[in-house]
């Protein structure tokens, strides 16, 4: 691009928007809804006018054609699953009654009915409801949400583009229904589902639609060549639909590889790309000989990160795709979902360093400031230009991004530092003469619940209407009161509840130099779970013990084994905002450094036993293959760096959630943790069969509690899952214990869900006993 390009018809648009509000109103909403304080009309409404305002909003910053249909009371996939009607059977009821509480019902699970698996949406912290297909599915098309969010864009005299997930995409993400043989693969239902597509897609050209994007990730990843033979059978089955809108097919997160020349050669009428952490496109775009006569739309703002955009780097992209399609426009390199709202909200970070950050609403002045480049020159936006040059340059020489102690010590490590003293059979038997724990111990995964009255606490010291004392003696009692719950119920290891964590990665963010947080920064995980996502802007270091105080503390109440409760180095760059001017595994282990310091702290203030949670360490993996070899070797590197400096007799835990672990078998085994717990409830107990099949050798946790569903498990359950779990698992290696942390739900459910997985762990024991 230069100054005097000639004008080209270059448009600014994105593919989603974050949901939420602007002061978290749609969670608001949903959740007074499930108490009842809410009615459906009422959530209904805040739901119509966050959707209005986000609109709005994008069009007076200048984008050309907002999205409509990425909006979601609770998840994009579930929305296309009630789309598509693959209701599950046990649903089907529900949803016919009342068509909001049955959505919330595959998404929450009723006490008599288990809701949809939730896992990970690709190597996001995002989490989407598995699909659950088989033989016996039949599709159904309902587009009735679909339509209704496009006219309600159209009414507002918007260029509105509906943003749906692709019928390959929702295929490739589904898994076997319950009952249904594990080997059968969702792909082949793929003629199945293509007419409800076809009608769906005859319904929004009908209700004033130019443009329909499908969002097609899935094919980022490494696929097979029937796979991709699907995807090109489906568009251009769909292509050659006489009675539909132009067709964009989008993909993000990274190169599309093989898929691309499928796409390209597909009678569709564009293409979305991913320009930022998949620069491979641009030479994959022009090999194929680019998109002559098709709209490419590109992605060059990164839609995952909160860093502000090189503009003239992006600049010069998009004048090189100038010529590899009909028309070029700018976009994120995928939904803005993933990052917070408006960096402007943010009053506890100096100016210089605000400036160095992007939200949403800076992503879309970034995406319209390159369309304004790209199509009237980059005289028109001279000014933009010289300020993005200034800033990046203050970012680039700040003292903030380079502590040479920091470096010093992690280029000073060694492959010793990040082995244990002994082999993990030796560490075993030290453990067990220490602990003294019965077959089956039980155990939960750290938090309790956080309660409105330990929020009120935390924002009253905030606000300085209460002092710390008065705020410390609060958090006192409610350590009380989780460590003498957990003793009548008969735990075995304990842990102190994490009253005074406001999230696990803030919490250490926090207290950790080269971590900035922000007050405003919320991004949805799931459902009405949202996070604040620290910045992880320098060098890391730990200037002082971070958690030994409140884990001594809940040890002195007990004889019991309190646990010491920490967060790995991959989750902390994980569910961060990461710098982006360094190697990812240089950070981790800046971090994992700091963690060992605290480890080690821990153990010499009497805790022995210690969780370093990694449940990010799958969500993390890069999604093609070959970049996965160098990913593990730093990550699994990073975790036992945190990890080893511990004597033999000190049992270290780690845990994970929500994520498929087959990939990872391996990467868990090189850890080294002696003990590891992970999500297992609504996927049946699969990752025991998994350990079992690669022949894991540590003591493992598959949980047998929900813990994202607010009905109770009853003995019974949990007894028939921990069974299950001794198929694969011998019972000398088995823990009983949750899903997750306890954090999300109440006081009454944790309690009697608890109790129950306690009698459980007891009656498989006399069971074992007398076998």
């Known amino acids: 691009m230069t100054a005097k390009s000639a004008a080209v018809a270059a448009r600014a648009t994105v593919y989603g928007y974050p949901r939420q509000g602007r002061n978290r109103e749609l969670k608001k909403a949903v959740e007074g809804y499930w108490k009842g304080r809410v009615s459906a009309d009422a959530l209904r409404s805040t739901a119509a006018e966050l959707r209005r305002s986000n609109w709005q909003q994008l069009s007076q910053a200048g984008i050309d054609e907002v999205p409509t249909g990425d909006f979601s009371y609770y998840d994009h996939v579930l929305d296309t699953t009630v789309m598509v009607g693959a209701i599950p059977a046990r649903h089907r009821a529900a949803v016919e009654a009342d068509a909001l509480d049955g959505l919330f019902a595959m998404a929450r699970g009723t006490q008599d009915v288990a809701p949809l698996e939730m896992t990970k949406w690709f190597d996001t912290n995002y989490h989407y409801l598995v699909p659950e297909l088989g033989p016996e599915t039949v599709f159904t098309a309902n587009s009735a949400k679909q339509v209704a969010e496009l006219k309600e864009a159209l009414a507002l005299g918007l260029a509105a583009r509906p943003v749906l997930v692709g019928p390959v995409t929702y295929l490739l993400l589904a898994k076997p229904a319950p009952g249904v043989p594990a080997d059968f693969e969702p792909l082949t239902l793929l003629d199945r589902l293509l007419p409800v597509y076809a009608e769906v897609l005859s319904d929004l050209r009908a209700a004033g639609a130019e443009w329909v994007q499908l969002d097609e990730p899935a094919l980022v990843q490494d696929r097979t060549s029937a796979e991709l033979d699907a995807a090109g059978h489906a568009y251009r089955e769909l292509g050659t639909l006489a009675d539909r809108p132009k067709l964009l097919v989008a993909s993000y997160f990274d190169r599309l590889g093989e898929a691309l020349p499928v796409l390209a050669r597909a009678p569709i009428e564009g293409l979305a790309l991913d320009f930022t952490g998949a620069a491979a496109n641009l030479d994959a775009l022009a090999a194929v000989g680019g998109l002559p006569g098709k ?124 082995r244990r003293s002994q082999a993990y ?81 803030q919490y250490f963010a926090e207290q950790l130099n080269g971590y900035l947080a922000t007050q405003h920064g919320w991004v949805q995980s799931y459902g009405t779970r949202y996070v604040r996502p620290p910045i992880l802007a320098g060098d890391i270091s730990r200037p002082e013990p971070m958690t030994v105080r409140w884990t001594a503390y809940a040890q ?89 400096g511990v004597r033999p007799d000190t049992q270290i835990h780690t845990h994970m959630c929500y994520a498929e672990f087959g990939d990872i078998v391996q990467a868990i085994d090189d850890l080294d943790a002696d003990v590891i717990s992970l999500e297992a409830a ?49 019972a000398e290696r088995l823990w009983v214990n949750p899903d997750c942390g306890l954090k999300t739900r109440g006081w009454p459910e944790t309690r009697a869900s608890l109790e129950n997985l306690v009698a459980a762990a007891r009656a498989v024991r006399a069971e074992l006993s007398t076998s």
């Open 682 to 730: 609504r996927s049946h107990m699969q990752v025991a069969r998994e350990l079992a099949s690669h022949g894991y050798p540590r003591e493992a946790g598959p949980g047998v509690y929900d813990i994202h569903s607010p009905r109770v498990p009853s003995a019974a359950e949990a007894a028939a899952l921990l069974r299950t779990g001794l198929e694969a698992i011998p």
């Open 425 to 505: 059979a030796e560490r075993a038997d030290a453990q067990r003469a220490h602990l003294g724990l019965p077959l089956l111990p039980t155990t939960t995964i750290g938090s309790f619940p956080q309660t409105g009255e330990l929020r009120v606490a935390r924002a009253d010291l905030r606000a300085r209407r209460i002092d710390t004392a008065g705020y410390e003696e609060r958090i006192r009692a409610e350590i009380q009161e989780v460590i003498s719950f957990q003793e009548k119920a008969g735990l075995d290891v304990l842990v102190h509840g994490e009253a005074e964590r406001n999230d696990m990665v």
């Open 295 to 418: 709209r490419l739309i590109a992605g060059v703002v990164n839609g995952r990160n909160i860093w502000i955009n090189d503009l003239e780097t992006s600049l010069s992209v998009l004048g090189t795709l100038l010529g590899l399609a009909d028309r070029v426009d700018v976009a994120a390199s995928c939904s803005l979902l993933h990052v917070p709202l408006d960096a402007s909200a943010e009053r506890d970070i100096a100016p210089q360093i605000l400036r160095w950050l992007a939200f949403a609403r800076q992503k879309t002045a970034e995406i319209v400031t390159l369309a304004k480049g790209l199509a009237q020159g980059t005289d028109t936006i001279a000014a933009e230009l010289a300020a993005n040059r200034a800033d990046l340059a203050s970012r680039a020489g700040s003292p903030i991004t380079h502590d040479p102690v920091v470096r010093e010590r992690a280029a000073a490590v060694t492959d010793a530092d990040g």
């Open 556 to 644: 002195s109440l007990t004889a019991k084994p309190v646990k010491g409760m920490l967060t790995g180095p991959v989750t902390m760059l994980a569910w961060s905002f990461v710098r982006d001017d360094q190697p990812l595994g240089d950070t981790a282990r800046q971090v994992a450094l700091a963690l060992r310091d605290e480890v080690n702290d821990l153990e010499a203030a009497g805790s022995s036993v210690i969780q370093v949670d990694e449940p990010a360490l799958r969500e993390t993996l890069p999604l093609r293959a070959a970049d996965r070899p160098v990913y593990l070797a730093w990550a699994t590197e990073a975790f036992r760096l945190s990890t080893s």
